[in-house]
C-alpha cells in the first residue's frame, strides 16, 4: 500500500532578515513586499520538480533585476 | 605569445594518490613516453600554491598546453581554471579514475598503477592535439530580446527581461495584446488563504479574481520603463541568430524602426504562449449549481462564470482526473465545495437534452451509473500548441518507407499541400534555417524543451519556448515559466558577449571548424545536426553558425572524411588516446577495454561509482566524449585494430522521453553504430565486442557493473587477435 504524500514547507520565517508573506499553510507567498527575499521551489508551494525549476529559474531573474537595478542606481 | 608549444605535466600527489601510486615512475611516463618538456609533482596541485606553480610555469616559463594528473575533470574547475584561450588543458583523472575505482590491496596495487600510467599517456598523447580555442569573433553582446507573442506568458517575459535592463522587442501577428487571457472574465486565485485563516467550511477563501490584464497591457503599451517596443507586423523573418534580424514586408510598427536593430550580436528570443484552445467533447467536467438547478442563465452573471472557472481550472488534465496543484489550488477546490459546486468522477456515456440537460454517466466513486441534471454542461478544454510547422514532420512520416513507398507519400504530401483548401501551418518563426523555419516539436506539437533537465532550451539556440507552447499550463504556471524563459535568454545574451557557448558546455569558447580541401559535400554534418547550426553555402560547402552551436560534436562524428574538429576537441584528441593507451601481450592476459563516455551523464555517473565505493574493472580506460553523437566510427575501427578487446559506449536514453543534453547526438550515435558490424565483420571479430548503453547520472552501481558484463564477455570470447 503506497500512501499519498502532502507537503510541508519547512520555511523558518522569523529566521529570515525581512519579514516575508506567507500564506494559511506557511509556504512564502511570492510578493513586492518581501523586498529582496525571493522564494523559489517548495518555499513558495508544494510544486513538482517541473513547476520548481519554473520557479527557481524565475526567482533567480527576480533577483537579478534587483542587482541589475542597484546597479543602475549607483551608475 | 609565440606560437612554440610547450607541453607540461603536473602530477598531483594529494588525496591519497601519492600514497596509492609510484609518483615517480608516473614521472617518467610522463617524460619519457609522454615527452613532455616539464613534469613536476605537487602534494596537493589544487591549493594556492600549487595552482601558482602552474601559473607561473605558464607566465614565465611558456608552457601552453597542460596536462594535469589529479582528480577528475568533474572537480576543481574553478582552481584549474587556466584562461581557455592561453593554455590548453587537459586532466588525467587519477583519484576518481584510478585509485577510487580500485581496491586498495596489495595484488591490486600493479593493475591500478598500470591504470594510472595509461591515463597519463593517454593526457599527454591527447595534449599534443589539443589547442587552446580562438575566438571567431563571429559575436557579440546584444541586449535586445524579442519576445514573440502578445499573451500573457510572452507580455510577462517582455516586462521581467525590461525590468532586468535589457531592451526587449515584442511582435504580436493579431495587432492585439492580451490573448486569452483577455478573454478571461476572471482568473482563479494565485494566492493561498492568508495565515490565521479558520480551517472550517465557511472560512472565507480565495475566490476568482480580476484577471489583471489589463494593468500588463498598460504596462507594455506605456513601453515599461522605456524598455518595451511593440512591433505590429505581419511577416518577420529571423535570419542566423548571432548576425541580423530583418523584417519582410512589415506592416505597422511601433516603437523603434526594426532597420534599427542592431545587426551583430546574439538575437535570442523568447517564444510566447500563443496557443489556441480546442474543445474536447469527451471530456466534460461537470458542474452543478444547486440541486435543481434554480434559473441560472448561460452565459450570464458572475455565478455562471465562477462556476466555469472551476470547471476551467478543475477539468483538465486527463478525462476524470481533476488537479488541484499547490496550496491555491486546494483552497480554490475548496472555496468551488463552500459555494456549492459539487465534484463528482466519472465517465460521461450521454447528455441528453431536456427542460434541463441530463449527464448520463458511470459514477466511478460509487462505482454505479448516475443521472446528473444540470442546466448547463460545461466542457473540458485542451490545449492545442500554436507552434507552426514541424521542421521535422515531413521526414518522418518517411522513416522506414521503402523507395517506392517515399515517392508515392511525397507526391501525396505535395498533392495536399496543393489543394487550396488544405489547411496550412502558418510559420510563426520564419527562421532562415537549412532545417525548417519553425522549433522543432516533440509531442502532440508542444515545443522540444527537456521539461525537467533544461527547461526552456530548444533545439534553436538562442530561441527560449515559454508558456502552453511548451506544455500545457495555467496562468500562473505559464507567467512564472515566462519570467524563467527571460532568464535563459538573458543568460545567452551574456554568453553571447562573450563567444561563448550556451547550456550545456556554457563557457566553453571553441566551436567547430572544418577543413575545406577535405570535404565532399556529403551534408551529413548539416542534415545530422541537431541544432541546425549548419547551412550550406553557394557552393555547397558547410557553413557554420557559431551563434547556433552547442559544440555537441555530433557533426565530428557525422563527418565521414574527418575534417570537422574543434581546437580542443576532434578525431585527433581521442584517436590519440586510443593509440597512446598501452596493450599488453596477449600471454599477459590483460585485456583492455575502451569506454566512451559521455561527459553529461555517463562519466559523472563513473566519478560517483568510485566516489562511493564501487570498484571499477582494472582493464576499463574511460574517454570522455562530449556526446555520444561526436563518437567517430573511426575510433571504434582504431581502436580494435590496437588490441583493444571490447568497446562500450555510454550516452544517454533516446527516444521521446530523451536525456540526451544535445537532444538527438545519442540517437544519431545509436543509428550509426547499427553499421559497426560490418567493420567487426570485415575483421572477422565477434558482435559482442563492441556495445552501447544508455547510462543516466543516477545509474552509479549500474555503469561499473556493465564494464564488469564487458570483461565477463571477452573472458567468454577471448582476447582479440589484434594484439602486436
Same mark, same amino acid.
Given at each position: 500500500?503506497?500512501?499519498?504524500?502532502?507537503?510541508?514547507?519547512?520555511?523558518?520565517?522569523?529566521?529570515?532578515?525581512?519579514?516575508?508573506?506567507?500564506?494559511?499553510?506557511?509556504?512564502?507567498?511570492?510578493?513586492?513586499?518581501?523586498?529582496?527575499?525571493?522564494?523559489?521551489?517548495?518555499?513558495?508551494?508544494?510544486?513538482?520538480?517541473?513547476?520548481?525549476?519554473?520557479?527557481?529559474?524565475?526567482?533567480?531573474?527576480?533577483?537579478?533585476?534587483?542587482?541589475?537595478?542597484?546597479?543602475?542606481?549607483?551608475? | 605569445?609565440?606560437?612554440?608549444?610547450?607541453?607540461?605535466?603536473?602530477?598531483?600527489?594529494?588525496?591519497?594518490?601519492?600514497?596509492?601510486?609510484?609518483?615517480?615512475?608516473?614521472?617518467?611516463?610522463?617524460?619519457?613516453?609522454?615527452?613532455?618538456?616539464?613534469?613536476?609533482?605537487?602534494?596537493?596541485?589544487?591549493?594556492?600554491?600549487?595552482?601558482?606553480?602552474?601559473?607561473?610555469?605558464?607566465?614565465?616559463?611558456?608552457?601552453?598546453?597542460?596536462?594535469?594528473?589529479?582528480?577528475?575533470?568533474?572537480?576543481?574547475?574553478?582552481?584549474?581554471?587556466?584562461?581557455?584561450?592561453?593554455?590548453?588543458?587537459?586532466?588525467?583523472?587519477?583519484?576518481?579514475?584510478?585509485?577510487?575505482?580500485?581496491?586498495?590491496?596489495?595484488?591490486?596495487?600493479?593493475?591500478?598503477?598500470?591504470?594510472?600510467?595509461?591515463?597519463?599517456?593517454?593526457?599527454?598523447?591527447?595534449?599534443?592535439?589539443?589547442?587552446?580555442?580562438?575566438?571567431?569573433?563571429?559575436?557579440?553582446?546584444?541586449?535586445?530580446?524579442?519576445?514573440?507573442?502578445?499573451?500573457?506568458?510572452?507580455?510577462?517575459?517582455?516586462?521581467?527581461?525590461?525590468?532586468?535592463?535589457?531592451?526587449?522587442?515584442?511582435?504580436?501577428?493579431?495587432?492585439?495584446?492580451?490573448?486569452?487571457?483577455?478573454?478571461?472574465?476572471?482568473?482563479?486565485?494565485?494566492?493561498?488563504?492568508?495565515?490565521?485563516?479558520?480551517?472550517?467550511?465557511?472560512?472565507?477563501?480565495?475566490?476568482?479574481?480580476?484577471?489583471?490584464?489589463?494593468?500588463?497591457?498598460?504596462?507594455?503599451?506605456?513601453?515599461?520603463?522605456?524598455?518595451?517596443?511593440?512591433?505590429?507586423?505581419?511577416?518577420?523573418?529571423?535570419?542566423?541568430?548571432?548576425?541580423?534580424?530583418?523584417?519582410?514586408?512589415?506592416?505597422?510598427?511601433?516603437?523603434?524602426?526594426?532597420?534599427?536593430?542592431?545587426?551583430?550580436?546574439?538575437?535570442?528570443?523568447?517564444?510566447?504562449?500563443?496557443?489556441?484552445?480546442?474543445?474536447?467533447?469527451?471530456?466534460?467536467?461537470?458542474?452543478?449549481?444547486?440541486?435543481?438547478?434554480?434559473?441560472?442563465?448561460?452565459?450570464?452573471?458572475?455565478?455562471?462564470?465562477?462556476?466555469?472557472?472551476?470547471?476551467?481550472?478543475?477539468?483538465?488534465?486527463?478525462?476524470?482526473?481533476?488537479?488541484?496543484?499547490?496550496?491555491?489550488?486546494?483552497?480554490?477546490?475548496?472555496?468551488?465545495?463552500?459555494?456549492?459546486?459539487?465534484?463528482?468522477?466519472?465517465?460521461?456515456?450521454?447528455?441528453?437534452?431536456?427542460?434541463?440537460?441530463?449527464?448520463?454517466?458511470?459514477?466511478?466513486?460509487?462505482?454505479?451509473?448516475?443521472?446528473?441534471?444540470?442546466?448547463?454542461?460545461?466542457?473540458?478544454?485542451?490545449?492545442?500548441?500554436?507552434?507552426?510547422?514541424?521542421?521535422?514532420?515531413?521526414?518522418?512520416?518517411?522513416?522506414?518507407?521503402?523507395?517506392?513507398?517515399?515517392?508515392?507519400?511525397?507526391?501525396?504530401?505535395?498533392?495536399?499541400?496543393?489543394?487550396?483548401?488544405?489547411?496550412?501551418?502558418? $510559420?510563426?518563426?520564419?527562421?532562415?534555417?537549412?532545417?525548417?523555419?519553425?522549433?522543432?516539436?516533440?509531442?502532440?506539437?508542444?515545443?522540444?524543451?527537456?521539461?525537467?533537465?533544461?527547461?526552456?532550451?530548444?533545439?534553436?539556440?538562442?530561441?527560449?519556448?515559454?508558456?502552453?507552447?511548451?506544455?500545457?499550463?495555467?496562468?500562473?504556471?505559464?507567467?512564472?515559466?515566462?519570467?524563467?524563459?527571460?532568464?535563459?535568454?538573458?543568460?545567452?545574451?551574456?554568453?553571447?558577449?562573450?563567444?561563448?557557448?550556451?547550456?550545456?558546455?556554457?563557457?566553453?569558447?571553441?566551436?567547430?571548424?572544418?577543413?575545406?580541401?577535405?570535404?565532399?559535400?556529403?551534408?551529413?554534418?548539416?542534415?545530422?545536426?541537431?541544432?541546425?547550426?549548419?547551412?550550406?553555402?553557394?557552393?555547397?560547402?558547410?557553413?557554420?553558425?557559431?551563434?547556433?552551436?552547442?559544440?555537441?560534436?555530433?557533426?565530428?562524428?557525422?563527418?565521414?572524411?574527418?575534417?570537422?574538429?574543434?581546437?580542443?576537441?576532434?578525431?585527433?584528441?581521442?584517436?590519440?588516446?586510443?593509440?597512446?593507451? $598501452?596493450?599488453?601481450?596477449?600471454?599477459?592476459?590483460?585485456?583492455?577495454?575502451?569506454?566512451?563516455?559521455?561527459?553529461?551523464?555517463?562519466?559523472?555517473?563513473?566519478?560517483?561509482?568510485?566516489?562511493?565505493?564501487?570498484?571499477?574493472?582494472?582493464?576499463?580506460?574511460?574517454?570522455?566524449?562530449?556526446?555520444?553523437?561526436?563518437?567517430?566510427?573511426?575510433?571504434?575501427?582504431?581502436?580494435?585494430?590496437?588490441?583493444?578487446?571490447?568497446?562500450?559506449?555510454?550516452?544517454?536514453?533516446?527516444?521521446?522521453?530523451?536525456?540526451?543534453?544535445?537532444?538527438?547526438? $545519442?540517437?544519431?550515435?545509436?543509428?550509426?553504430?547499427?553499421?559497426?558490424?560490418?567493420?567487426?565483420?570485415?575483421?572477422?571479430?565477434?558482435?559482442?565486442?563492441?556495445?552501447?548503453?544508455?547510462?543516466?547520472?543516477?545509474?552509479?552501481?549500474?555503469?561499473?557493473?556493465?564494464?564488469?558484463?564487458?570483461?565477463?564477455?571477452?573472458?567468454?570470447?577471448?582476447?582479440?587477435?589484434?594484439?602486436?
Amino acid at each position: 500500500v503506497v500512501l499519498a504524500i502532502g507537503m510541508q514547507p519547512s520555511v523558518d520565517a522569523d529566521s529570515l532578515p525581512v519579514q516575508v508573506q506567507l500564506n494559511r499553510e506557511g509556504f512564502i507567498e511570492p510578493s513586492d513586499e518581501n523586498g529582496g527575499v525571493f522564494p523559489a521551489g517548495v518555499a513558495t508551494d508544494a510544486l513538482d520538480v517541473n513547476r520548481a525549476v519554473q520557479n527557481a529559474t524565475g526567482a533567480a531573474l527576480k533577483a537579478i533585476q534587483v542587482v541589475n537595478r542597484v546597479a543602475r542606481a549607483e551608475g | 605569445m609565440s606560437d612554440e608549444k610547450k607541453f607540461a605535466a603536473y602530477i598531483c600527489t594529494g588525496c591519497g594518490i601519492g600514497d596509492r601510486l609510484d609518483a615517480g615512475q608516473l614521472e617518467n611516463v610522463a617524460t619519457r613516453e609522454g615527452r613532455m618538456n616539464v613534469v613536476k609533482q605537487h602534494e596537493m596541485l589544487c591549493s594556492k600554491e600549487g595552482v601558482k606553480m602552474i601559473q607561473d610555469d605558464i607566465d614565465n616559463d611558456g608552457v601552453t598546453h597542460v596536462v594535469i594528473a589529479a582528480c577528475s575533470r568533474r572537480a576543481k574547475m574553478e582552481a584549474f581554471a587556466f584562461p581557455q584561450t592561453e593554455v590548453a588543458v587537459t586532466r588525467a583523472n587519477l583519484r576518481e579514475g584510478v585509485i577510487w575505482a580500485r581496491p586498495d590491496t596489495e595484488e591490486a596495487k600493479e593493475t591500478t598503477q598500470e591504470m594510472a600510467e595509461d591515463y597519463i599517456r593517454m593526457s599527454c598523447g591527447e595534449i599534443k592535439q589539443m589547442n587552446p580555442p580562438k575566438p571567431s569573433g563571429q559575436q557579440g553582446r546584444n541586449p535586445n530580446v524579442l519576445v514573440v507573442g502578445g499573451g500573457i506568458t510572452g507580455m510577462t517575459a517582455a516586462l521581467e527581461a525590461a525590468d532586468a535592463g535589457y531592451t526587449v522587442h515584442l511582435v504580436e501577428k493579431t495587432g492585439q495584446l492580451g490573448g486569452h487571457v483577455a478573454k478571461l472574465h476572471k482568473r482563479v486565485p494565485f494566492r493561498a488563504a492568508p495565515p490565521g485563516t479558520p480551517n472550517t467550511p465557511d472560512a472565507n477563501l480565495p475566490m476568482p479574481e480580476e484577471t489583471g490584464i489589463g494593468e500588463i497591457i498598460k504596462a507594455v503599451e506605456g513601453g515599461h520603463q522605456r524598455r518595451v517596443r511593440r512591433h505590429r507586423h505581419r511577416e518577420h523573418r529571423l535570419h542566423r541568430p548571432g548576425h541580423r534580424f530583418h523584417p519582410l514586408r512589415s506592416q505597422r510598427t511601433e516603437g523603434v524602426q526594426l532597420r534599427r536593430l542592431p545587426r551583430r550580436g546574439h538575437q535570442p528570443g523568447v517564444r510566447g504562449a500563443d496557443q489556441r484552445r480546442r474543445r474536447r467533447s469527451h471530456q466534460a467536467s461537470l458542474r452543478r449549481q444547486g440541486s435543481e438547478g434554480r434559473g441560472l442563465r448561460p452565459g450570464r452573471g458572475p455565478e455562471f462564470r465562477r462556476g466555469g472557472q472551476a470547471a476551467l481550472r478543475l477539468g483538465r488534465g486527463r478525462p476524470g482526473d481533476l488537479r488541484t496543484p499547490g496550496a491555491p489550488g486546494e483552497d480554490f477546490y475548496r472555496s468551488g465545495q463552500k459555494n456549492g459546486v459539487i465534484f463528482t468522477k466519472g465517465d460521461v456515456k450521454e447528455v441528453v437534452p431536456g427542460d434541463t440537460l441530463t449527464v448520463k454517466m458511470h459514477d466511478k466513486i460509487l462505482d454505479e451509473d448516475a443521472d446528473v441534471h444540470a442546466d448547463l454542461v460545461v466542457l473540458d478544454v485542451g490545449m492545442v500548441p500554436n507552434s507552426g510547422p514541424d521542421p521535422y514532420a515531413a521526414n518522418e512520416s518517411l522513416e522506414g518507407m521503402s523507395d517506392e513507398e517515399r515517392e508515392e507519400e511525397l507526391e501525396a504530401q505535395a498533392e495536399a499541400a496543393a489543394d487550396e483548401n488544405a489547411v496550412t501551418v502558418e $510559420s510563426i518563426l520564419n527562421l532562415d534555417y537549412r532545417q525548417g523555419t519553425d522549433l522543432p516539436q516533440l509531442k502532440w506539437g508542444f515545443t522540444d524543451s527537456h521539461f525537467i533537465c533544461f527547461p526552456y532550451e530548444t533545439r534553436r539556440t538562442g530561441i527560449y519556448a515559454a508558456g502552453p507552447v511548451r506544455r500545457p499550463m495555467d496562468i500562473r504556471q505559464a507567467m512564472d515559466d515566462a519570467t524563467g524563459a527571460a532568464m535563459k535568454a538573458i543568460q545567452e545574451i551574456e554568453n553571447a558577449a562573450q563567444g561563448r557557448a550556451a547550456h550545456p558546455r556554457v563557457g566553453d569558447l571553441s566551436y567547430p571548424t572544418f577543413r575545406r580541401e577535405g570535404c565532399t559535400q556529403c551534408k551529413r554534418c548539416t542534415v545530422e545536426c541537431p541544432f541546425g547550426a549548419i547551412d550550406e553555402d553557394e557552393e555547397r560547402y558547410p557553413q557554420y553558425n557559431e551563434s547556433r552551436c552547442r559544440r555537441c560534436g555530433t557533426c565530428m562524428g557525422a563527418c565521414p572524411v574527418r575534417v570537422i574538429s574543434f581546437e580542443n576537441y576532434s578525431v585527433n584528441t581521442v584517436g590519440a588516446q586510443i593509440k597512446e593507451c $598501452s596493450i599488453p601481450e596477449e600471454w599477459d592476459e590483460k585485456p583492455r577495454i575502451l569506454v566512451l563516455a559521455c561527459e553529461n551523464d555517463a562519466y559523472p555517473a563513473l566519478d560517483q561509482a568510485a566516489i562511493s565505493g564501487e570498484e571499477i574493472s582494472p582493464w576499463a580506460r574511460v574517454i570522455p566524449v562530449r556526446c555520444l553523437g561526436s563518437v567517430s566510427l573511426s575510433w571504434v575501427t582504431d581502436s580494435l585494430n590496437n588490441g583493444f578487446d571490447g568497446i562500450i559506449m555510454m550516452g544517454c536514453k533516446r527516444g521521446d522521453d530523451y536525456q540526451c543534453h544535445f537532444v538527438r547526438g $545519442s540517437a544519431m550515435a545509436n543509428e550509426r553504430m547499427a553499421k559497426v558490424g560490418d567493420t567487426l565483420e570485415s575483421l572477422n571479430l565477434e558482435p559482442e565486442r563492441v556495445v552501447v548503453h544508455e547510462v543516466a547520472i543516477t545509474d552509479i552501481e549500474r555503469a561499473p557493473a556493465l564494464i564488469k558484463d564487458m570483461e565477463e564477455t571477452i573472458e567468454k570470447i577471448g582476447l582479440s587477435p589484434f594484439k602486436f
